[in-house]
């Protein structure tokens, strides 16, 4: 009886250490371990407080694996903190905003995807190059860049009135005088310029001669179509600037200081937008200001074609002024062989009657 219950004692003592040993190996021989030994990683080198996990894996906010992580046939949400690598096999490595990796994250037939967090090793993917997310800018950088943007503009219409000012003052003479036909005009002129630009590549690809210029077409037409929007979008601005502080046409002080103030006019939605963070009020100032810059486009680009940048339109208050006036008395034309009235003479005096 002594040795049944010593055998007993035995076997149960033995169990834990036999079923590791058998988990153990059924670990070694299974694909996991395999792909492991790809990627230059093997179990036992894994620290004891480390994870290794079949399927999805999940790193929570406020959560520490102390060593690396190992995600076998699934993806890694990393929120949290982990002291090791990040390893993924076939699957996505994604750092959420407030995760810190100490190591390096990998994904073996995966992605790494960086939303805001840090990895303060390697990204390597073996199907496609680590892609790290573009993280929402901060209220001070979205200032910053409106800032940018309109400091940019304003050297850009300095130098315009400066080289091509008569051009600038003529498109905003186009603007004054019919918007509506402007803005009408700038929507033909977007929907239009692929296919017509289309069509110009087509026609030159029939002759050799053609097809050598057609690179030259591809890279020069998209400039020219900047080129024009940017001068009518500036006389966009010089419009709403005369309209604000009015002042002489012919005034080349006046003439700037107009075009100033119609170009920080035109980009205070933008700043607006900047300023508001998060929620649907930042939402409706990004739309605002998307509509108004489209709509100062779009007109812009219209008056600048039909000003022909402006070199071939004058604006009606000239084409009014330069009409000559029409004569206080004119001599009818004969008609069917009518002789037209001779005017009247006035007698010299002393002169006799005929």
Known sequence: MRRLLFCVAALLLAAPAAQAQVSRVAAQGDSASEAL??????????????RYVRGNATVPAGDTVRGPLVVMGGSADISGVVLGNVTAIFGDVTIRDGADVRGGATAWRGRVLVEGGRVRGALRSTMQTAAAAIAPMTRGQALQLSLGWTAMLLVIALAAM?????????TARVLADDFGRSFLLGVVGELGFLPLLLFAVVALAVTIIGLLLVPFVLAAAPVALAGVATLGWLGVAL??????????RDDRAATLRAL???VLVLMVPWFIAAAMTGGTGALISRVFA??????AGTAG??????SRAGTGRRSRAKQATAQPAAAGWQTPTPV???AAARRPVPARPGAEPK
Do not use: H, S
């Open 37 to 50: 030994r790809a990627l230059d990683l093997v179990e036992g080198e894994l620290e004891i407080n480390g």
């Open 162 to 170: 400066l080289l091509l000012g008569k051009n600038v003052d003529a």
């Open 239 to 248: 419009m709403v600037g005369r309209g604000l502080t009015g002042g002489p």
């Open 260 to 262: 100033g103030v119609g």
């Open 290 to 295: 998307i509509g108004v810059t489209w709509v």
């Open 301 to 306: 680009l219209g008056a600048a074609l039909l």
């Open 336 to 338: 069917a062989g009518v």
